[in-house]
């Protein structure tokens, strides 16, 4: 059910404190934050939140282009302002460019990855079901048979590589995880095509270690889908660095 704009309103006070645009921004943001507005309730218009908030109508326009680049808002022409429902892919993640522009080491983003990996492969174990793992195999087979194709389609093998990892995250059936685990394979990307395309063998290193994260996942053998997670870090590290 959305969300009246004027129970929106009634929910939100003034903080002349702040600049005009960052505060109509965080005024959203904790209105979000304490599940005060959801995804899909309209917002108040453009007028309503000027006067609410006593700011200007041009701030409170800048903090919607801000806000809906950030995938938090979708502005529909002639309709109103609604929350996204978040289920789309954001065209700019601004904890994905910060993470860049931090610029870590390699051993930094293994030890980060290994250690999240770890826990996704856990929730996996407890909380899939049978037809979860599944699809998990379903998108294991579809990476194995690419693996001998020719010609070669880098772009083909890249996505079914990341598909396995996104199915992954999926099944863990914990939303926070999969959130954290998908961003982070997202700024992984890069480094996966870079190997594809320098190892004509990284396709097979990677199916073979695709495969024992699958295997343990069936078993339901956690120290076993740990080791794959381990093995399956170290074969990329040992790639990446020949």
């Known amino acids: 059910m959305q969300t009246n ?18 505060y109509v921004v965080n005024s959203i943001k904790e209105l979000l934050l304490t599940q ?14 000027a006067r609410l908030l006593s700011v200007s109508r041009g701030s409170v ?22 929350v996204a429902n978040m289920s789309g892919k954001v065209l700019f993640d601004p904890l994905l460019f910060n993470l860049i522009l931090s610029q870590p080491n390699f051993d930094e983003l293994k030890e ?13 174990i407890k909380n899939a079901s049978t037809e979860d793992i599944n699809l998990l195999r379903v998108a294991y087979e579809e ?3 690419l693996k001998d ?12 590589d990341l598909k396995f990892h996104i199915v992954l995250g999926q099944i863990c059936n914990n939303r926070l995880f999969e959130k ?28 073979e270690t695709h495969r024992r994260v699958l295997d343990a996942v069936e078993r339901r ?20 660095f020949k």
Do not use: C
């Open 143 to 145: 990476m194995n048979a």
């Open 36 to 49: 005060k507005v959801r995804p899909g309730d309209r917002l108040p218009t453009e007028m309503e939140l």
């Open 180 to 207: 954290i685990y998908l961003f982070i394979m997202e700024y992984f990307k890069p480094f996966i095509a870079q190997s594809l395309r320098k190892h004509t063998n990284f396709s097979l290193e990677s199916n």
């Open 112 to 124: 980060f990855r290994l250690l999240l990996e770890k826990d996704v492969v856990r929730l996996v």
């Open 5 to 22: 704009g004027l129970g929106i309103m009634a929910r939100l006070t003034a903080r002349p404190s702040e600049s005009s645009v960052d």
């Open 149 to 160: 194709q020719e010609p070669r389609s880098y772009d083909q093998l890249l996505d079914s």
């Open 61 to 82: 326009r800048e903090a919607m282009k801000i806000l809906s680049a950030f995938g938090i808002v979708e502005i529909k022409r002639g309709d109103g302002t609604y």
């Open 221 to 240: 053998d956690i120290a076993a889908a740990e080791r794959a997670i381990e093995n399956s870090l170290d074969v990329w590290q040992n790639l990446i």
